[in-house]
């Protein structure tokens, strides 16, 4: 069960939204078809995030349910433009992945080095791809866990999930000048230590 459930969260796609500002607004009248269409384009990008924090693929799955629930609750809050919405959902997600770690007392697990995350959750190709991705993720995720939470919560928003630096300021309620110039020292230490981490 526990495989076959990541497995599926891993091979969902992501449909096209044609028109995300029109969706939102069905989902606010109650529309459960919007609802559904709004859910099924953006669970992967929820799920990586979450499974980049938690660490686990069903804990992974359970914290995006739970943060689709508070998504429910607050979508009548949501009053920004589509471009915004994005970031309002990851924020929600990250938030909603940092109590689940303070609840269960895992912050110090949560610190150590990062080896079964997945953050490109596409449908699996071949064993040989397969290998080469998880290498890859292995190596970045080795290199991240020795960088700062803050360094690796913008790397993880900006570069991976590619925010823009005003939408990971908010989220991290950081200045924007904070975040770039962190962006730009994070990146350059993230390329030495791929270098000299890789095989």
């Excluded at 459930?5 to 992501?14: P, Y």
């Excluded at 866990?145 to 823009?164: A, M, P, T, W, Y």
């Excluded at 005003?166 to 991290?172: F, G, K, N």
Aim: aromatic letters at 8%; charged letters at 30%; glycine letters at 4%.
């Amino acid at each position: 069960m526990y495989g076959a459930r990541a497995n599926r969260m891993e091979r969902i796609g992501q449909p096209a939204l044609q028109n995300l500002d029109s969706i939102i607004r069905l989902c606010q009248e109650g529309d459960s078809e919007a609802w559904r269409m709004l859910v099924e384009h953006f669970q992967r990008r929820v799920y990586a995030v979450s499974l980049y924090y938690v660490r686990n693929r069903d804990d992974a799955i359970d914290v995006s349910q739970e943060v689709f629930v508070k998504v429910f609750n607050k979508l009548d809050d949501f009053s920004g433009d589509t471009d915004a919405f994005l970031a309002w959902l990851l924020s929600i997600a990250r938030n909603t992945c940092i109590d689940r770690l303070r609840a269960k007392e895992t912050r110090a697990h949560y610190q150590s080095e990062y080896q079964h995350i997945v953050s490109d959750v596409d449908a699996r190709q071949n064993p040989e791809q397969d290998l080469d991705r998880d290498q890859q993720q292995h190596l970045l995720y080795r290199a991240l866990s020795r960088f700062s939470e803050i360094n690796r919560d913008v790397i993880l928003l900006k570069d991976i999930q590619g925010l823009s630096l005003e939408e990971v300021a908010r989220i991290l309620n950081l200045p924007v000048g904070t975040i770039k110039s962190r962006s730009n020292r994070a990146r350059v230490k993230l390329g030495k230590l791929l270098a000299e981490l890789k095989p």
